[in-house]
Protein backbone atom coordinates (compact mmCIF):
# COMPACT_ATOMS: atom_id res chain seq x y z
CA UNK A 1 0.00 0.00 0.00
CA UNK A 2 2.86 1.96 0.53
CA UNK A 3 4.76 1.37 -3.04
CA UNK A 4 5.34 4.95 -5.07
CA UNK A 5 3.93 5.13 -8.19
CA UNK A 6 4.27 7.43 -10.72
CA UNK A 7 1.89 8.50 -13.66
CA UNK A 8 2.96 8.36 -17.17
CA UNK A 9 2.15 11.28 -19.91
CA UNK A 10 -0.58 8.54 -21.37
CA UNK A 11 -2.67 7.82 -18.54
CA UNK A 12 0.03 4.99 -16.84
CA UNK A 13 1.09 4.53 -13.78
CA UNK A 14 4.61 2.96 -13.09
CA UNK A 15 5.43 0.94 -9.65
CA UNK A 16 8.48 2.86 -8.43
CA UNK A 17 9.06 0.78 -5.12
CA UNK A 18 12.01 -1.61 -6.21
CA UNK A 19 12.76 -4.78 -4.37
CA UNK A 20 9.37 -5.28 -2.27
CA UNK A 21 11.19 -7.82 -0.22
CA UNK A 22 13.06 -4.91 1.61
CA UNK A 23 11.12 -2.40 3.69
CA UNK A 24 10.14 1.01 2.41
CA UNK A 25 11.20 4.20 3.24
CA UNK A 26 8.66 6.24 4.90
CA UNK A 27 7.65 9.01 2.51
CA UNK A 28 8.81 12.84 4.07
CA UNK A 29 7.58 16.16 4.23
CA UNK A 30 3.49 16.79 4.92
CA UNK A 31 1.27 16.72 7.52
CA UNK A 32 -0.75 13.58 9.25
CA UNK A 33 -4.33 13.88 7.92
CA UNK A 34 -7.15 12.37 10.10
CA UNK A 35 -8.29 8.74 9.42
CA UNK A 36 -11.42 8.21 7.71
CA UNK A 37 -13.90 11.33 7.47
CA UNK A 38 -16.34 12.25 9.80
CA UNK A 39 -19.18 10.05 9.59
CA UNK A 40 -22.26 12.53 11.47
CA UNK A 41 -24.50 14.37 9.37
CA UNK A 42 -27.07 17.08 9.19
CA UNK A 43 -28.12 15.99 5.78
CA UNK A 44 -27.83 19.65 4.37
CA UNK A 45 -25.59 17.61 1.35
CA UNK A 46 -26.28 14.75 -0.74
CA UNK A 47 -24.06 11.91 0.69
CA UNK A 48 -25.72 8.98 -1.16
CA UNK A 49 -22.87 6.80 -2.49
CA UNK A 50 -20.23 8.70 -0.05
CA UNK A 51 -21.46 7.19 3.42
CA UNK A 52 -25.39 6.29 3.09
CA UNK A 53 -26.39 3.37 0.76
CA UNK A 54 -29.56 1.37 0.76
CA UNK A 55 -29.35 -2.23 1.65
CA UNK A 56 -29.76 -4.72 -2.15
CA UNK A 57 -31.54 -1.70 -3.41
CA UNK A 58 -34.27 -2.02 -6.18
CA UNK A 59 -34.22 0.17 -9.23
CA UNK A 60 -36.48 2.51 -8.35
CA UNK A 61 -35.20 3.32 -4.36
CA UNK A 62 -33.83 6.36 -4.67
CA UNK A 63 -37.45 7.50 -5.46
CA UNK A 64 -38.18 7.16 -1.85
CA UNK A 65 -36.07 9.79 -0.96
CA UNK A 66 -36.64 13.28 -0.50
CA UNK A 67 -33.89 15.24 1.12
CA UNK A 68 -35.18 19.34 2.58
CA UNK A 69 -34.45 21.67 5.45
CA UNK A 70 -31.70 19.71 7.00
CA UNK A 71 -34.01 16.04 6.80
CA UNK A 72 -34.04 13.22 4.91
CA UNK A 73 -37.40 11.50 3.95
CA UNK A 74 -37.28 7.99 3.57
CA UNK A 75 -40.79 6.50 2.07
CA UNK A 76 -41.86 3.01 3.80
CA UNK A 77 -40.91 -0.65 2.38
CA UNK A 78 -41.71 -3.54 3.79
CA UNK A 79 -42.86 -4.87 6.82
CA UNK A 80 -39.68 -5.84 8.88
CA UNK A 81 -36.05 -4.30 8.06
CA UNK A 82 -35.35 -7.64 6.88
CA UNK A 83 -37.28 -7.22 3.14
CA UNK A 84 -37.12 -2.73 4.11
CA UNK A 85 -33.75 -2.21 2.17
CA UNK A 86 -32.57 -0.26 4.98
CA UNK A 87 -30.34 2.94 4.63
CA UNK A 88 -26.75 2.23 5.71
CA UNK A 89 -23.55 3.32 6.60
CA UNK A 90 -20.29 1.26 7.08
CA UNK A 91 -18.24 2.25 9.91
CA UNK A 92 -14.88 1.18 10.70
CA UNK A 93 -14.65 1.63 14.37
CA UNK A 94 -15.04 -1.51 16.97
CA UNK A 95 -17.04 0.82 19.67
CA UNK A 96 -18.93 3.48 18.64
CA UNK A 97 -22.24 5.34 19.48
CA UNK A 98 -24.85 6.82 16.68
CA UNK A 99 -27.77 8.55 17.44
CA UNK A 100 -30.72 9.75 15.04
CA UNK A 101 -33.91 11.17 15.44
CA UNK A 102 -37.11 9.76 13.72
CA UNK A 103 -40.02 11.76 12.95
CA UNK A 104 -42.94 9.35 11.95
CA UNK A 105 -44.96 10.61 9.10
CA UNK A 106 -48.42 8.11 8.66
CA UNK A 107 -48.49 4.05 9.26
CA UNK A 108 -45.06 4.25 9.28
CA UNK A 109 -42.51 2.04 11.33
CA UNK A 110 -38.62 2.69 11.59
CA UNK A 111 -35.93 2.14 13.45
CA UNK A 112 -32.22 1.62 14.02
CA UNK A 113 -30.65 -1.29 13.33
CA UNK A 114 -27.09 -3.33 12.69
CA UNK A 115 -27.31 -4.93 9.51
CA UNK A 116 -25.47 -7.34 8.11
CA UNK A 117 -28.08 -9.20 5.90
CA UNK A 118 -32.01 -10.13 5.95
CA UNK A 119 -31.25 -13.15 7.88
CA UNK A 120 -28.67 -11.19 10.47
CA UNK A 121 -29.77 -7.65 12.06
CA UNK A 122 -30.50 -6.44 15.59
CA UNK A 123 -32.10 -3.25 16.51
CA UNK A 124 -34.96 -1.46 17.52
CA UNK A 125 -38.06 0.28 15.86
CA UNK A 126 -40.99 2.58 16.80
CA UNK A 127 -44.60 3.32 15.34
CA UNK A 128 -45.53 6.40 17.37
CA UNK A 129 -47.75 3.66 19.64
CA UNK A 130 -44.79 1.02 21.18
CA UNK A 131 -41.48 0.05 20.48
CA UNK A 132 -40.25 -3.45 18.39
CA UNK A 133 -37.22 -5.12 19.18
CA UNK A 134 -35.80 -7.21 16.53
CA UNK A 135 -32.93 -9.83 17.87
CA UNK A 136 -31.16 -12.10 15.46
CA UNK A 137 -33.47 -10.94 12.56
CA UNK A 138 -36.60 -11.97 14.55
CA UNK A 139 -39.43 -10.00 16.44
CA UNK A 140 -39.67 -10.15 19.75
CA UNK A 141 -43.39 -9.39 20.55
CA UNK A 142 -42.92 -9.91 24.33
CA UNK A 143 -40.29 -6.68 24.30
CA UNK A 144 -42.52 -4.35 23.16
CA UNK A 145 -43.06 -1.21 25.18
CA UNK A 146 -45.53 1.64 25.35
CA UNK A 147 -44.26 4.35 23.49
CA UNK A 148 -46.89 7.23 22.45
CA UNK A 149 -44.74 9.70 20.61
CA UNK A 150 -44.20 10.37 16.45
CA UNK A 151 -40.85 11.89 17.07
CA UNK A 152 -38.50 9.82 19.32
CA UNK A 153 -34.83 10.23 18.83
CA UNK A 154 -32.74 7.07 19.24
CA UNK A 155 -29.40 6.08 20.28
CA UNK A 156 -27.27 3.07 19.47
CA UNK A 157 -24.02 2.25 21.30
CA UNK A 158 -22.03 -0.76 20.30
CA UNK A 159 -18.91 -1.82 22.27
CA UNK A 160 -16.72 -4.47 21.30
CA UNK A 161 -19.74 -6.52 19.62
CA UNK A 162 -22.07 -5.27 22.67
CA UNK A 163 -25.14 -3.53 21.92
CA UNK A 164 -27.31 -0.96 24.08
CA UNK A 165 -30.11 1.23 22.97
CA UNK A 166 -31.62 4.12 24.27
CA UNK A 167 -34.26 6.39 23.04
CA UNK A 168 -35.27 9.92 24.06
CA UNK A 169 -38.83 11.72 23.43
CA UNK A 170 -37.58 15.26 24.57
CA UNK A 171 -34.77 15.56 22.10
CA UNK A 172 -31.95 13.86 24.39
CA UNK A 173 -33.01 15.97 27.67
CA UNK A 174 -34.17 12.52 29.31
CA UNK A 175 -33.06 8.74 28.15
CA UNK A 176 -34.62 5.62 28.58
CA UNK A 177 -32.60 2.74 28.11
CA UNK A 178 -33.61 -0.77 26.36
CA UNK A 179 -34.50 -3.33 28.57
CA UNK A 180 -32.16 -6.15 26.21
CA UNK A 181 -28.14 -5.69 25.35
CA UNK A 182 -27.45 -7.83 22.29
CA UNK A 183 -24.18 -9.22 21.53
CA UNK A 184 -23.37 -9.26 17.66
CA UNK A 185 -20.23 -10.65 17.33
CA UNK A 186 -21.36 -13.67 15.41
CA UNK A 187 -23.02 -11.32 12.30
CA UNK A 188 -20.33 -12.04 9.89
CA UNK A 189 -19.47 -13.74 7.00
CA UNK A 190 -17.87 -16.65 8.68
CA UNK A 191 -21.51 -17.59 10.10
CA UNK A 192 -24.21 -16.05 7.02
CA UNK A 193 -21.66 -15.82 3.90
CA UNK A 194 -21.87 -12.92 1.21
CA UNK A 195 -18.76 -11.15 2.02
CA UNK A 196 -20.65 -8.29 3.99
CA UNK A 197 -20.06 -6.33 6.94
CA UNK A 198 -22.08 -5.11 10.00
CA UNK A 199 -23.72 -1.82 9.32
CA UNK A 200 -24.94 0.92 10.80
CA UNK A 201 -28.61 1.67 9.11
CA UNK A 202 -31.99 2.83 9.79
CA UNK A 203 -35.34 1.24 8.52
CA UNK A 204 -38.76 1.81 7.40
CA UNK A 205 -41.77 0.04 6.81
CA UNK A 206 -45.35 0.67 6.06
CA UNK A 207 -47.63 2.96 4.83
CA UNK A 208 -46.22 6.14 5.34
CA UNK A 209 -42.36 7.65 5.88
CA UNK A 210 -39.59 8.31 8.25
CA UNK A 211 -37.86 12.60 8.12
CA UNK A 212 -34.36 11.66 9.59
CA UNK A 213 -32.95 14.19 11.54
CA UNK A 214 -29.37 15.41 13.03
CA UNK A 215 -27.67 11.96 12.81
CA UNK A 216 -24.73 11.88 15.44
CA UNK A 217 -21.68 9.55 15.48
CA UNK A 218 -18.61 9.26 17.52
CA UNK A 219 -15.74 6.53 17.89
CA UNK A 220 -16.00 5.05 21.92
CA UNK A 221 -12.23 5.05 22.91
CA UNK A 222 -11.12 2.28 24.63
Known amino acids: LLEPMEWTSDGWFRALGGDLSKPLPKPKGGKVSKAGFAL ?6 DRFGVQWAFHDPKPDEMMRVKRANKSLRIAGRGTSPADSSPLTCGVGDRAYQAEVTLELGGA ?3 G ?10 VGV ?9 W ?3 EDQPWNRQPMASKTVRVRLTNDENVVTYHHSVDNGKTWVR ?4 MEVAGLNHNVFGGFLSLKLGI ?11 DFSYRAINA
Open 40 to 45: SDDFSR
Open 108 to 110: AEA
Open 112 to 121: IVLFYNHKAF
Open 125 to 133: GFDGAQTRT
Open 135 to 137: QYA
Open 178 to 181: HPTR
Open 203 to 213: YCTGIGAVILR
